[in-house]
């Protein structure tokens, strides 16, 4: 948050130290813990902000794994302004669904329901969404081994991964120092993403 701009020390301290003034902690004023960002979706005065102009951050919450579930209905709204016409008009909110929620979450929190719920129904629908998970072979408590399917998160997702003809999503293991490959992974699953696949069939009714 530091490197885009959206953050700064000052702000982060007032935010380790839940100082309620919004004007030193504006993404929770003191409510949220350390580092749980979000972006302002409202003016002052109510109206949308324009969301195309700005970087969105989904705010995080303390709940292990809870980022899941909001992070598959960001991409579901995403995928929703692509397709459905009658969303269309609303240029400040969307660039035409080309939006792509990016998710991270740590390799203990997959343990989690949320996480497999999440995984399952953004296989099913098709959304553009990321998920990013830090493997470092330990968990909360216990190593990964001892609360991960074959010690891997990776492998324990197989199933889920696309083949011809079906759908799912695509996997990508890397080593997490290896900065070139991120960059690299990361731009061939967000250009995946953005691909239209398997249209939902929504109509709005006034």
């Not at 696949?197 to 109509?203: A, E, G, K, R, Y």
Request: hydrophobic letters at 35%; one cysteine or more; a negative charge.
């Amino acid at each position: 948050m530091f490197a885009i701009g959206e953050s700064n020390p000052l702000q982060y301290f007032a935010q380790l130290y839940a100082d309620p003034d919004p004007q030193r902690e504006p993404f929770s004023h003191g409510r949220q813990m350390n580092c749980h960002y979000t972006s302002r979706n409202t003016l002052p005065d109510g109206e949308w902000a324009n969301l195309v102009e700005i970087k969105n951050t989904g705010t995080d919450m303390s709940s292990t794994a809870s980022q899941m579930p909001r992070a598959v209905g960001l991409a579901l709204a995403s995928k929703l302004f692509r397709e459905v016409n009658e969303l269309k008009q609303f240029k400040h909110l969307s660039n035409n669904g080309n939006e792509v929620c990016f998710c991270t979450i740590g390799d203990a929190s997959t343990s989690e329901g949320h996480f497999w719920e999440a995984v399952n129904a953004a296989g099913v629908l098709q959304v553009p969404l990321v998920i990013f998970v830090w493997d470092d072979g330990y968990g909360i408590s216990v190593p990964r081994e001892y609360q991960t399917t074959k010690g891997s998160i990776s492998k324990a997702l197989k199933g889920f991964e696309k083949e011809e003809g079906t759908n799912g999503f695509y996997i990508a293991a890397l080593k997490g120092w290896d900065y070139m490959s991120m960059v690299e992974v990361f731009n061939e699953g967000i250009s995946l993403a953005r691909k239209p696949i398997h249209p939902l069939s929504f109509t709005l009714k006034s």
